[in-house]
């Protein structure tokens, strides 16, 4: 069994920050890839950013500049900072993981329970 547990959210202002964290645990034999991925009311799932074990990232345009993902490799936890937060980027945020379990020959992914960001005044 794989476990993704997400810390982090809650409610802000417009303009202030908060810092994600997702640990993955259990029966892991490597990990490829964590991310962040967010959904809104009444909207898809879409990315947030991604950072590979050897550090290569990858965010959404809207993200850009405005949150860093950042990993402990160590740890297995993946972090998301996000700063001059907007009323739009209010939405239920998951984890995402694309890795190898133990005793698996193929990656594959699983998400976290999902955290609610709310931005509001």
């Known amino acids: 069994q794989v476990q993704l547990v997400e810390s982090g959210g809650g409610l802000v202002q417009p303009g202030e920050s908060l810092r994600l964290s997702c640990a993955a645990s259990?029966?892991?034999?490597?990990?490829?890839?964590m991310g962040w991925f967010r959904q809104a009311p009444g909207k898809q799932r879409e990315l947030v950013a991604t950072?590979?074990?050897?550090?290569?990232?990858n965010y959404a345009d809207s993200m850009k500049g405005r949150f860093t993902i950042s990993r402990d490799n160590a740890k297995n936890t993946v972090y998301l900072q996000m700063n001059s937060l907007k009323p739009e980027d209010t939405a239920v945020y998951y984890c995402?993981?694309?890795?190898?379990?133990?005793?698996?020959?193929?990656?594959?992914?699983?998400w976290g329970q999902g955290t609610q960001v709310t931005v509001s005044s």
């Open positions: 995402n993981a694309d890795l190898t379990p133990r005793g698996w020959s193929r990656r594959r992914d699983y």
């Open positions: 950072i590979t074990t050897g550090g290569s990232t």
């Open positions: 259990g029966s892991i034999f490597s990990i490829y890839a």
